[in-house]
């Protein structure tokens, strides 16, 4: 996020914001919980406006609840982009068609990959037993044979079973024998390939809530995003990391010819905690907004956060079943940050020392309004447009 460095002079359009750096804190979590701790406790009940200044820019927050709710475009759907490449160098048309299929099938279930083995293998046989059915003596120099005896035949030798009730005569014969054997082994070896991709593959089915909240935690404006392994114990997944981005498009002019440009850039929230030893059941991750955050000092419905593309949450974690990295993504935008809300609780405990529990997905994405510190709208910045067509 660029952030205000005070008004300067130039070609470009909003030359005078930058990129803000920050140094990660050498301070532990814990203490900067207690640190939060007490600025809350701190607080009286009546206190609803702060100011602080940021880049030499004085800002108000104000105590607010409620203040966004949930966009009526599934996230899912505003998301999606269409985006193809065009004009690259290509490589022959062979080997890119056959790496389309073979990324096609790699994209297929077991149950579909099943069925694709036995339509090819069975149409495979049906050419090979139309080939031999229409030659004078069919496949074995014996003309009564019917359709069905030659498609037997031909399921025979593909199979390599050969009861021995049928066999090959003359050259023309014998070579589609050899064909059909060829082909049948490289069908059956790429099935068997692909199945063995597909189990030992690792897999894990991560499930992202619908919205971001941003709440108080611990005193301070805090984002909040959930991500939940549904399987639960019956996939266990350790060494879970988190990697939260906002990806923001910045506009400017050329020093050159003043023509307008585009940048594209992408930084990091710092998350409160990046790592977890196991990822059973629901993970809340947080980016407290501080001094620290590029979103500090901003609305969401405001210049520069208006820049933003988009939001991208990374999760990647370790299956204990097969050693393997499993990862997965998803991708938001700012009109799914709940400004005021909170997530509502979703484990159950039941009653008892029966040490049971649930995570209830039904509420991966239920919030509830709750106070937040947020800027006040009276902040606007107000930016002249130095490079209106009549400055230029």
Sequence with gaps: MPARAGKSKGNSAHSGWKLRTYRLSSNSMLHGALKMAKSENSMKPEETLRTAIVDGRKFTLLLMKNVTQRPKVSRVERTKYDWKNINMDRSSSVKRCAVRVRRWLFKRDIPMLTLLYLAAFLAMNVVFAGLWYIEEGKCCNDPTMTYAQVFDFAVQTSSTIGYGGYWPKGKTNNF????????????????????????????????????????????????????????????????????????????????????????????QLQLAVSTSHRLDGVWTLRHFINEKSPLYGFRLDEFPATTITHLELSVKAIQVLTKGEVFSQAAYQTQDILVGHKFEDQTVIEPGNTRKGYFDYAKLSSTSPSIVWYPSSADVLDIEDEYSESAI
């Design 176 to 267: 589609l024998v050899v064909l059909l054997s060829v082909l049948s082994v490289v069908l059956s070896t790429v099935y068997a390939g692909l199945l063995f991709f597909k189990f030992i593959t690792p897999e894990a089915n991560f499930e992202f809530s619908d919205v971001i909240t941003l709440s108080n935690v611990l005193g301070e404006p805090c984002l909040e995003v959930r991500v939940g392994n549904t399987d639960g114990v019956a996939n266990h997944l350790i060494n879970a990391e988190a990697s939260f981005r906002i990806n923001s498009t910045q506009e400017y002019r050329c020093d050159d010819d003043l023509s307008k440009r585009q940048v594209g850039q992408m930084e």
